[in-house]
């Protein structure tokens, strides 16, 4: 849509629909009023056939993490579960025919949001009770966090410079509030199944490029408003303010904040000091 509200697209995009269900999972799940609680359940269940045509990886992973809340609540819907099977095993066979020993990865690239299909795959694992989806989703997810971590232990999201560069090392600019995010909840996930500490660290590592550990030593987030820049270029914060970013690092901090419940964070020590903190499980 544009400014003036008006579409520019025939059609929605396969991820925006991924996205969609995933919300509409959540709101069915947690949204306080029963009537919305309803009416998104029935949503899902309209919009879900449509997944099966679809091509894009990141809406495969966007809906699988839609279809693990749905299928918590309606554990009889088998068309669901068929569906969930479906995409899961789709990951794995890609990620099968893609993995190398130098690319531990499901693509020949790597794009935005990467963290969600090692998340999506840790995930479903965990819910249905399959191992092989657990293991290959912490080896990728292992491998992309290798890729994202910095000499001087700063979390360095794939810079967008990056995309459509066939098996290469990542650009380090630009870099966008969205991966960090990714990477939270995918951590914070690999955590639940793998119980290593890695995982809280590299969760803490990512929140921590909000609030200024990353390769500029520059804050993104303005705490009188709790907006977030858009990303880092080379020099700069990117001095826009959008709705994605900030909603990035709204909910980056509600996963850190539920994940430490009894620890605010301080905005004056390393975010990643914190983890050591973090409750044991």
Not at 33 to 49: E, G, H, I, Q, V
Not at 133 to 162: D, I, N
Not at 204 to 210: K, N, S, T
Not at 227 to 233: E, W, Y
Request: with cysteine.
């Amino acid at each position: 849509m544009s400014y003036d509200r008006r579409w520019l697209e025939e059609s929605g995009s396969e991820d925006s629909h991924g996205r969609t269900l995933w919300a509409l999972a959540e709101c069915a799940r947690k949204d306080t009023d029963p009537s919305r609680r309803r009416w998104a359940a029935a949503l899902f269940n309209t919009a879900l056939p449509a997944v099966e045509e679809f091509s894009s990886p990141r809406a495969w992973a966007f809906s699988l993490l839609g279809l693990d809340v749905y299928c918590t609540l309606v554990s009889g819907d088998r068309f669901a579960n068929r569906v969930r099977r479906l995409l899961a095993d789709r990951l794995m066979s890609l990620f099968s025919a893609t993995e190398s020993k130098d690319w531990v990865w499901f693509e020949d690239q790597l794009a935005y949001d990467n963290a969600r299909l090692p998340q999506a795959l840790i995930q479903t694992g965990l819910t249905t009770h399959t191992p092989s989806y657990v293991e290959v989703g912490l080896r990728s997810l292992r491998w992309l966090m290798s890729l994202q971590t910095t000499s001087s232990g700063y979390f360095r999201p794939v810079g967008t410079k990056s995309f459509g560069r066939l098996r290469q090392i990542p650009e380090a600019f630009d870099q966008q509030p969205v991966e960090a995010s990714a990477t939270i909840s995918a951590c914070l996930t690999a955590w639940r199944a793998d119980n290593g500490a890695e995982w809280p660290a590299g969760a803490m590592r990512a929140f921590g490029w909000f609030l200024g550990e990353n390769d500029l030593q520059t804050t993104l987030i303005d705490p009188d408003t709790g907006s977030c820049s858009d990303g880092l270029h080379p020099d700069r914060a990117n001095e826009n303010k959008g709705a994605e970013s900030t909603l990035s690092y709204l909910l980056g901090l509600v996963e850190i904040r539920q994940f430490k419940p009894n620890t605010a964070i301080d905005r004056t020590r390393p975010a990643s000091t914190l983890v050591r903190r973090a409750p044991s499980r």
